[in-house]
């Protein structure tokens, strides 16, 4: 983890940093693609945390969040806009046409599972 900030930290989950994930204070978020869950936790170390949030639900920030919330035992904070997409994992792809390879890419190595939500928050979706 890289410190930021006081008790604001950068998690590189992707080489080069292409995607991240923070820790501030207690809360994880974003959780990076499906595949990041081992990276975060490992990263993490001995931090408590008492929540993960969500910023948008797109592939590379949604991935990994059912495995963290479960393994943890932590809510699933997410904006009123983005909920329908993070419960059901069915998250928007950055491509407007689904059938664009990259498309096909996020939704089959990126995009992890769904997971309730533990609280909603008003905000809008981004992207």
């Not at 890289?2 to 989950?13: M, N, S, T």
């Not at 990276?39 to 495995?67: F, N, V, W």
């Not at 009123?80 to 890419?105: C, I, Q, R, Y």
Request: proline share 8%.
């Amino acid at each position: 983890m890289i410190q930021i900030a006081k008790d604001v930290f950068q998690i590189p989950v992707t080489p080069r940093q292409m995607i991240n994930a923070y820790l501030v204070g207690s809360t994880l978020i974003d959780a990076g693609i499906k595949f990041s869950g081992r990276t975060i936790l490992r990263q993490l170390g001995d931090h408590k945390l008492t929540a993960h949030a969500l910023t948008h639900a797109h592939p590379d920030h949604q991935g990994a969040s059912a495995e963290l919330c479960k393994k943890l035992g932590i809510p699933f904070w997410v904006g009123e806009k983005d909920k329908p997409e993070a419960e059901s994992g069915l998250v928007v792809s950055t491509m407007p046409n689904p059938k664009h390879p990259v498309a096909v890419l996020e939704k089959k190595f990126m995009a992890g599972p769904g997971h309730p939500c533990g609280s909603c928050f008003a905000g809008r979706r981004q992207g």
